[in-house]
């Protein structure tokens, strides 16, 4: 049976990852080709942004209260298919509207986010935890393989099709996911129910919950923190790409190509991480990431040479699984089953809140110190950080599992 739901999970994951990817990447062309002015991006990702982090808490404990967790992704991906149609339906008719638009992809965006925290779930239900980091990395690879194809096949596409047959695409997409879940062999979630059955009318916060869970698991501070500045140096990676085209090859036409690099990076390690995972523990994945980030970073920006800072780019895709594979693994063991969906969307969530700072901050810092002050600041403090916690023994061995 696990091959069979492995096989699923992970093709799912693949298709799904693929639609969707398109549809984000078609949204966002499609309001700058309607809307010229560059505000209506900046304010379209501003909404994007806030409802991951307001329904992260009530989304994981629907996931955690949800008896039949098959039927519940069966349904959200469903509505994710008709959010879909409804913007096929508004482009068709040409309604050139701003917030009808916006409020639609957010609806996409509050459905899609279900689909990462049930599979979650599922897999602690389905497998033992020794098969965690396999099946972890066999997800990351398929949604790496995904993204790295997705933006490039857009724009292939728009120049072949209109948005019409991209978002057909994604809707096809759903038909497709939806009917391999169908054949997911999910027992209930019977075990994990008890304990919520008796509070699903009383409203407590996930974040109560992932904070007393900090306090009780103190050494997964390091790693978080860790998360939180990785996450601000990697949240402007446009800015980096665009950088990197500019100055070293004055063509801002390769920064596809540079984007497809990193993707290739992230794919390898991904790949990687599944065979390693037996060799190596998980504390020494993310000490190898930790100083992965510096070192990428220094050679992205630091230096003229169009290959060396492409070599950066891969060091810096290849460094992400390293560090999501085993906290998502490392969440999957340690987090109480029947609070997990709450407790680890709500920790995602709240590392997400520093992509702000590197979306505002970091751009600012470049335009006034360029690109190469920039690598070389980044380098020193983070290195610093990173040998600073491995020597202290920060990054503690009871995150292995």
Same mark, same amino acid.
């Given at each position: 049976?696990?091959?069979?739901?492995?096989?699923?999970?992970?093709?799912?994951?693949?298709?799904?990852?693929?639609?969707?990817?398109?549809?984000?990447?078609?949204?966002?062309?499609?309001?700058?080709?309607?809307?010229?002015?560059?505000?209506?991006?900046?304010?379209?990702?501003?909404?994007?942004?806030?409802?991951?982090?307001?329904?992260?808490?009530?989304?994981?404990?629907?996931?955690?209260?949800?008896?039949?967790?098959?039927?519940?992704?069966?349904?959200? /991906?469903?509505?994710?298919?008709?959010?879909?149609?409804?913007?096929?339906?508004?482009?068709?008719?040409?309604?050139?509207?701003?917030?009808? /638009?916006?409020? /639609?992809?957010?609806?996409?965006?509050?459905?899609?986010?279900?689909?990462?925290?049930?599979?979650?779930?599922?897999?602690?239900? *389905?497998?033992?935890?020794?098969?965690?980091?396999?099946?972890?990395?066999?997800?990351?690879?398929?949604?790496?393989?995904?993204?790295?194809?997705?933006?490039?096949?857009?724009?292939?596409?728009?120049?072949?099709?209109?948005?019409?047959?991209?978002?057909?695409?994604?809707?096809?997409?759903?038909? *497709?996911?939806?009917?391999?879940?169908?054949?997911?062999?999910?027992?209930?979630?019977?075990?994990?129910?008890?304990?919520?059955?008796?509070?699903?009318?009383?409203?407590?916060?996930?974040?109560?919950?992932?904070?007393?869970?900090?306090?009780?698991?103190?050494?997964? *501070?390091?790693?978080?923190?860790?998360?939180?500045?990785?996450?601000?140096?990697?949240?402007?990676?446009?800015?980096?790409?665009?950088?990197?085209?500019?100055?070293?090859?004055?063509?801002?036409?390769?920064?596809?190509?540079?984007?497809?690099?990193?993707?290739?990076?992230?794919?390898?390690?991904?790949?990687?991480?599944?065979?390693?995972?037996?060799?190596?523990?998980?504390?020494?994945?993310?000490?190898?990431?930790?100083?992965?980030?510096?070192?990428?970073?220094?050679?992205?920006?630091?230096?003229?040479?169009?290959?060396?800072?492409?070599?950066?780019?891969?060091?810096?895709?290849?460094?992400?699984?390293?560090?999501?594979?085993?906290?998502?693994?490392?969440?999957?063991?340690? *987090?109480?089953?029947?609070?997990?969906?709450?407790?680890?969307?709500?920790?995602?969530?709240?590392?997400?809140?520093?992509?702000?700072?590197?979306?505002?901050?970091?751009?600012?810092?470049?335009?006034?110190?360029?690109?190469?002050?920039?690598?070389?600041?980044?380098?020193?403090?983070?290195?610093?950080?990173?040998?600073?916690?491995?020597?202290?023994?920060?990054?503690?061995?009871?995150?292995?599992?």
């Amino acid at each position: 049976m696990n091959d069979k739901n492995t096989k699923i999970i992970s093709s799912s994951q693949f298709i799904n990852n693929f639609g969707t990817a398109m549809t984000r990447i078609s949204l966002v062309i499609l309001i700058s080709t309607w809307f010229s002015n560059p505000i209506y991006i900046g304010l379209y990702s501003f909404f994007l942004f806030v409802p991951g982090i307001v329904f992260a808490s009530p989304i994981g404990s629907l996931v955690d209260n949800c008896r039949n967790l098959k039927r519940l992704l069966v349904e959200t /991906l469903v509505l994710s298919l008709l959010s879909v149609l409804a913007i096929l339906f508004i482009f068709c008719i040409n309604l050139r509207s701003f917030p009808l /638009l916006v409020l /639609l992809a957010v609806l996409y965006s509050v459905l899609c986010d279900f689909y990462t925290p049930i599979i979650s779930k599922i897999t602690m239900i *389905i497998f033992d935890k020794r098969e965690y980091m396999k099946i972890n990395a066999d997800i990351s690879t398929a949604m790496t393989s995904a993204n790295l194809f997705s933006g490039v096949l857009v724009t292939v596409l728009l120049g072949l099709i209109n948005f019409k047959g991209v978002f057909e695409i994604d809707i096809l997409s759903y038909v *497709i996911v939806t009917s391999l879940i169908l054949f997911l062999e999910v027992p209930d979630n019977d075990k994990f129910s008890s304990k919520n059955k008796e509070n699903r009318n009383v409203l407590v916060s996930g974040f109560d919950k992932a904070y007393l869970f900090i306090r009780e698991n103190k050494y997964l *501070i390091s790693p978080l923190i860790g998360a939180v500045i990785f996450n601000i140096i990697l949240a402007p990676l446009d800015v980096y790409l665009t950088q990197i085209a500019t100055i070293n090859a004055d063509n801002r036409g390769i920064v596809g190509i540079l984007d497809s690099l990193f993707s290739f990076g992230f794919l390898i390690s991904s790949i990687g991480y599944r065979f390693l995972s037996f060799r190596i523990r998980i504390h020494q994945f993310i000490s190898l990431s930790l100083l992965q980030v510096p070192l990428a970073i220094l050679l992205m920006g630091s230096t003229r040479s169009l290959m060396i800072s492409a070599f950066g780019l891969i060091i810096l895709g290849a460094s992400i699984p390293l560090y999501n594979i085993s906290l998502k693994t490392v969440f999957q063991n340690k *987090i109480p089953e029947d609070d997990f969906g709450a407790i680890s969307n709500c920790l995602y969530a709240l590392i997400n809140l520093s992509q702000p700072i590197g979306l505002l901050g970091v751009p600012t810092f470049i335009s006034f110190c360029g690109i190469q002050k920039y690598s070389i600041t980044v380098f020193i403090i983070y290195i610093s950080l990173g040998i600073s916690l491995i020597i202290a023994n920060k990054i503690s061995t009871e995150l292995d599992v």
